[in-house]
């Protein structure tokens, strides 16, 4: 199972980027899909999650600026982040739980990362 991410980049303060994120291989079915950052220095912390069932969570710092949103046809999960910030700066990572052909139990699954700069 792979998680690759994408739309990640380099945006003036009070700009917009869309992550993306695509599950593949062996997968029987995916469950919670998220997306998490870490900043320099910083813990890794959930930005928003959405459930199987269309459920979001999110941090209360991008509530009102960030939605996350999946097409569960193409098991993938997208993050709009709009009005971004400085302290928007960070490694953002895309998680999935996922049951794979391979695996009797759920797995947590991790994309490589995708750097997101915002400038002031």
């Known amino acids: 199972v792979q998680l690759v991410e994408s739309g990640g980049g380099l945006v003036q303060a009070g700009g917009s980027l869309t992550l993306s994120c695509a599950a593949s291989?062996?997968?029987?079915?995916?469950?919670?899909m998220g997306w998490y950052r870490q900043a320099p220095g910083k813990q890794r912390e959930l930005v928003a999650k959405?459930?199987?069932?269309?459920?979001?969570n999110y941090v209360y710092s991008v509530k009102g600026r960030f939605t996350i949103s999946r097409d569960i046809s193409t098991n993938s999960v997208h993050l709009q982040m709009n009005s971004l910030k400085s302290e928007d700066t960070a490694v953002y990572y895309c998680?999935?739980?996922?049951?794979?052909?391979?695996?009797?139990?759920?797995?947590?699954?991790w994309g490589q990362g995708t750097q997101v700069t915002v400038s002031s």
């Open positions: 998680n999935a739980l996922i049951l794979s052909y391979y695996s009797s139990n759920d797995n947590d699954y």
């Open positions: 291989g062996t997968i029987r079915s995916v469950h919670a």
């Open positions: 959405i459930t199987s069932g269309g459920s979001t």
